[in-house]
């Protein structure tokens, strides 16, 4: 069973910035792609960024509403992948979740991807 880690969540004001990252003890995540989730009270889970394995010309895609602002990135050293969040707004909020997939799809869907953490809240507020 692949255990995924999530670190980084906390309370943030609007405009402030924050390094989400994720972590899988015992278990190499290069080979993998990885999606970051975010889930906010009432909503259904929403795909916000992947980045693909490491096997591959780094790919990486971004939901509409954080492109420009989010950055996915993977560091194969120290066998974690981040998500670095600028210019945070209230809608921001959420849990935030990472999981694993074979592959990036044009849509970061939840039923693609197969193994996930346990999730970071991010709150955004003055």
């Known amino acids: 069973q692949v255990q995924l880690v999530e670190s980084g969540g906390g309370l943030v004001q609007p405009g402030g910035s924050l390094r989400l990252a994720c972590t899988a003890p015992?278990?190499?995540?290069?080979?993998?792609?990885i999606g970051w989730f975010r889930q906010a009270p009432g909503k259904e889970r929403e795909g916000v960024s992947c980045?693909?394995?490491?096997?591959?010309?780094?790919?990486?895609n971004y939901s509409d509403s954080v492109k420009g602002r989010f950055t996915i990135s993977r560091d194969i050293a120290k066998n974690t992948v981040y998500l670095q969040m600028n210019s945070l707004k209230p809608e921001d909020t959420a849990v935030y979740y990472c999981?694993?997939?074979w592959g990036c799809g044009y849509y970061i869907t939840p039923a693609d991807f197969g193994f996930w953490g346990q999730g970071t809240q991010v709150t955004v507020s003055s």
């Open positions: 980045i693909g394995s490491s096997d591959h010309p780094v790919y990486t």
């Open positions: 999981a694993t997939a």
């Open positions: 015992g278990f190499t995540l290069d080979l993998y792609a």
